[in-house]
């Protein structure tokens, strides 16, 4: 493995590297006291046959590629979710090859996962950012455990947003960080140079600094897959600890039917609708309503089986007389939450303008990409494209930056420590 780092770090360099040499070629003269120049036509002949401007242009347009190529290598190198002893170093070879590389190159970054905005995107200020992976911890500890964001706003006042909050309200524990997305610490990691844990890594600090009483908060929305995985990894620390317990995600526990709702789903539907309404100019829900606005709010879905948590906050919506907002998911699971559906529900309901805003913990690449983006399979352009709306407007913002959302967490904290 180190082997073929090593190599791909020399050739990315190499490669970067041809242009400014092909660049110094061109401009090289002979200086050769002993060269008289006659006349055109002599120098025209002693030409080199080899000096073709297409055949350098070529050669360029080859070095280029072949750059790009091993940067694009790199960058699929640490899209993984796993880390290793390597991922350090494969991190700062792939940011140190990408700024070897030319502007010109960087466009032709591609690869299965690469691009150009990996690093070339500017999602915002990493340093408003804290990734919490200090020590020193003391006996006492609540780990926030996230899915993760490599949009730096987003982490700042989203999942930072929560975590503050818990840290005011508790402070007599110390909170630390950590994210369940490998590929997002990497992200992070490899372009901002700021370095957050994995559960793994926060749990073996919280070992090491010797912690006694862990109280894992899970910022995920339901009880789906990437909680469940969260409880196996922390199952295999537990006995380390003299006490361990998690906490409830956002909408509390899951329920058995579409339209079960509890405190948790009331408190974040009405926080969401009045966040959105606020944002779009209104006083109420109701005086929306007149205006002929629907908000469609957008979540990630799921095979789990705790996707019914959408159908139910669905279910909540029409409970508290939202009948102008939808539930949608990016992966359409469930059916009814897919964004054709949706579509055709806002539509049959006679609405011609259109509010989307995600319903996620982070306004990250789903919320600026599925949702807002520009591309033909983005939920803006879907709307658009349907010729069915007037008007199709988006809010890029996160749940975690809302305070009442922020108290939910606070709540169910409360109810496992104290």
Not at 147 to 176: C, H, L, Q
Not at 246 to 258: C, M, N, Q, R
Request: glycine content about 6%.
């Amino acid at each position: 493995m180190k082997k073929k780092l090593l190599a791909m770090i020399l050739s990315a360099t190499l490669a970067a590297a041809c242009l400014a040499g092909c660049t110094a070629n061109e401009g090289e003269t002979n200086t050769d006291a002993d060269t008289t120049v006659t006349d055109t036509a002599d120098t025209e002949a002693e030409a080199p046959a080899d000096e073709n401007p297409v055949d350098d242009a070529e050669a360029q347009a080859a070095a280029d590629k072949e750059a790009a190529d091993a940067v694009a290598a790199l960058i699929d190198a640490i899209y993984v979710q796993e880390r290793t002893e390597e991922t350090d170093a494969q991190c700062a070879a792939a940011k140190a090859a990408w700024d070897a590389l030319t502007d010109a190159q960087k466009e032709l970054v591609e690869g299965e996962e690469a691009d150009p905005d990996y690093f070339g995107r500017d999602t915002g200020d990493a340093s408003l950012d804290d990734a919490l992976n200090q020590d020193e911890i003391g006996e006492n500890e609540i780990l926030v455990v996230s899915f993760g964001t490599s949009f730096n706003d987003s982490r700042a006042k989203d999942i930072r947003g929560i975590e503050k909050a818990i840290a005011d309200a508790f402070p007599e524990w110390s909170v630390r960080r950590a994210f369940t997305a490998q590929i997002i610490i990497n992200h992070v990691q490899a372009r901002d140079g700021e370095a957050i844990d994995n559960v793994e890594q926060a749990l073996q600090r919280a070992i090491d600094n010797g912690v006694k009483n862990l109280v894992v908060q899970p910022t995920h929305l339901m009880h789906g897959a990437e909680y469940d995985e969260m409880c196996e990894v922390i199952a295999q620390y537990e006995d380390q600890f003299e006490s361990v317990k998690i906490s409830e995600p956002l909408l509390g526990t899951v329920g058995a039917t579409d339209n079960e709702v509890n405190t948790d789903k009331k408190t974040v539907a009405e926080a969401v609708v009045a966040e959105a309404v606020a944002e779009a100019g209104f006083d109420s829900i109701e005086a929306a309503k007149e205006a002929g606005y629907a908000f469609v709010f957008m979540g990630h879905g799921t095979s789990h089986t705790a996707k019914i948590s959408y159908t139910q906050m669905q279910s909540q919506m029409a409970e508290l007389g939202y009948d102008n907002v939808w539930i949608g998911t990016v992966e359409g699971e469930p059916e009814a939450t897919a964004c054709e559906n949706v579509i055709a529900a806002v539509s049959e309901a006679g609405y011609k303008t259109v509010v989307l805003r995600p319903l996620m913990i982070v306004a990250g690449d789903h919320a600026n990409n599925d949702m807002a983006g520009d591309d033909d399979d983005s939920w803006k352009s879907m709307f658009v494209a349907s010729g069915l709306f007037d008007t199709v407007d988006t809010q890029i913002s996160g749940l975690g930056r809302i305070e009442k959302i922020q108290g939910i967490y606070i709540d169910h904290l409360n109810e496992v420590i104290k």
